[in-house]
């Protein structure tokens, strides 16, 4: 669909890949409508863009429903909001556990029951899922990040076909390491040689892309993680001894440290 002239809502503008996104779809004539927990980040973003802030906390168990009606109609939705969730399962309390299900998947599910609602009365719309290559390929010492994210694709390539017939795309983006912001930016761990990054504008054009030329799916990662990606869903146990060798469990604990106070 077009997205000069759609309105467009995106989850979790706060962070960087959200802000290169919002920027990404207003640069593209798009009218924004951009939510996350932090005022002091959203409102000025808002500002640049001609676009409106609406300050919500996903973690409500009626916040995205709060959200969809204050938002209004949207031609496009982008779900991109979640927390990290790397760790040994065991390391999370009940709580986390329900707090990552919460936003990582059933915001993200429930916010596309209503807007598809909306988008399939009018005959024309588009959900976009950003998901995580993570969402492809599983890593130890990331059961609940990879369970969401996992979930994500099965929202995504499920709810196109649905919606298929009533003019409405969905799309889903799997981001690799992304450098210069989001969670692995922040986290400050340093990846082995070979293994590439891409930055927030690569997302923000993927999505911009998935929504112009309604794409199943589109992965953001360098070629080496992409061929990563497939060797997973060929042979996933040769896919972890590979992991074990080149020493993923390794950055999966350093970036379940450097983000438990995020949880």
Do not use: C, W
């Amino acid at each position: 669909m077009r997205i000069s002239g759609a309105k467009a809502l995106v989850t979790g503008a706060t962070g960087g890949i959200g802000q290169a996104i919002a920027r990404e779809l207003a640069a593209r004539g798009a009218s924004v409508v951009l939510t996350g927990r932090r005022a002091d980040v959203l409102e000025p973003l808002a500002a640049e863009l001609g676009g409106r802030a609406i300050v919500a906390d996903l973690s409500d168990r009626d916040g995205a429903e709060r959200l969809l009606d204050q938002a209004g109609e949207v031609d496009i939705l982008v779900a991109n909001a979640g927390l990290p969730a790397t760790g040994p399962l065991t390391g999370f309390s009940l709580e986390d556990i329900d707090r990552t299900l919460d936003v990582n998947l059933r915001v993200p599910l429930v916010m596309a029951r209503l807007a598809a609602e909306q988008m399939t009365a009018r005959g024309r719309g588009h959900l976009v899922f950003v998901s995580s290559i993570g969402g492809k390929t599983a890593t130890g010492g990331a059961s609940l990040y990879n369970a969401t994210k996992f979930g994500l694709r099965g929202l995504a390539l499920g709810l196109r076909e649905d919606l298929r017939p009533h003019g409405v795309g969905v799309s889903a983006i799997y981001p690799g390491f992304i450098r210069d912001a989001g969670m692995f930016a922040d986290s400050g761990v340093t990846l082995p040689p070979g293994v590439g990054t891409r930055t927030p504008g690569d997302v923000a054009r993927a999505v911009a892309r998935a929504i112009e030329r309604d794409a199943a799916e589109v992965d953001v990662a360098p070629p080496a993680v992409r061929l990563g990606v497939r060797l997973a869903a060929l042979a996933p146990g040769l896919s972890a001894r590979v992991q074990r060798l080149a020493g993923a469990q390794k950055i999966t604990r350093a970036l379940s440290e450097s983000q438990r106070d995020k949880r």
